[in-house]
Every structure is written in C-alpha cells, then in structure tokens.
C-alpha cells in the first residue's frame, strides 16, 4: 500500500454529511481529523491524553476562527495516493493526520480507501 496524505493542499473534500459549525482552538488543514481535548483541535493519537478523531475539517482555520466541519466526508488525496480500494485509513500520531498502517499509538481507523486516491472517513 503506498498511501500517501496530502497535507500540502492536495487534499479535496468531494462530499461531506452532517456539516457543522466549530470554534478553533489550534490551526487545522482541509481534511484535517479535528477532535475536542480543552477545545476543537487537531485530533492526535499521541497526545496526552488521546485527542480522538470526532470531526474532519470543511475548510481550513486557525485558534478562534469558526469553520464548518463534517460527521463524515469522502476526501481525495490526489494523485500522490496510490492506494489500493478496499484499504483501511487510521488517524495517526501526527496531529489532524491519516496513515495507510496502524501501529499501536494508531490504532483506530477512521475510513476505508474507495479507489486509489479517494477515501471515505467517518
């Protein structure tokens, strides 16, 4: 599997559910997995405590900013992913961040690979 996330802007929200508005506490990215710890944040599966994915980020915003944020969406990586359809998706280590394999600090997944670049996340 050669997922790659795609933090530089490559990632595209093609469609999202449940859109909801949030107020910032850190800086996030599109497509960014957003979870609450002391504020709406960068989900980080190595902070303590854990930061758990809840959210993922409509529109990219920084600590005070109000974005809207999606239950669910079907994100494209771009063409640097090269996945394989049917692959798992977990939240990661690295804040707001998706890796194609789980290690123990990030073992839960949060979508499935539909094509090779495009996953669904809830």
Do not use: H
Not at 31 to 40: N, V
Not at 99 to 116: H, I, K, P, R, W
């Amino acid at each position: 599997m050669a997922f790659t996330d795609d933090t530089t802007g490559g990632r595209i929200i093609v469609e999202g559910s449940r859109p909801v508005k949030i107020t910032l506490s850190g800086t996030v990215k599109v497509g960014d997995l957003i979870g609450y710890a002391s504020g709406w944040k960068a989900a980080d599966m190595d902070s303590s405590p854990k930061n758990y994915p809840e959210l993922i980020a409509a529109e990219p915003g920084v600590s005070g900013g109000i974005i809207t944020a999606f239950r669910e969406a079907v994100i494209d990586f771009g063409t640097g992913c090269t996945a394989t359809a049917g692959d798992r998706v977990y939240a990661t280590t690295t804040a707001g961040q998706y890796v194609g394999v789980a290690s123990n600090d990030q073992g839960m997944c949060v979508g499935v690979m539909v094509t090779a670049q495009i996953a669904f996340i809830n």
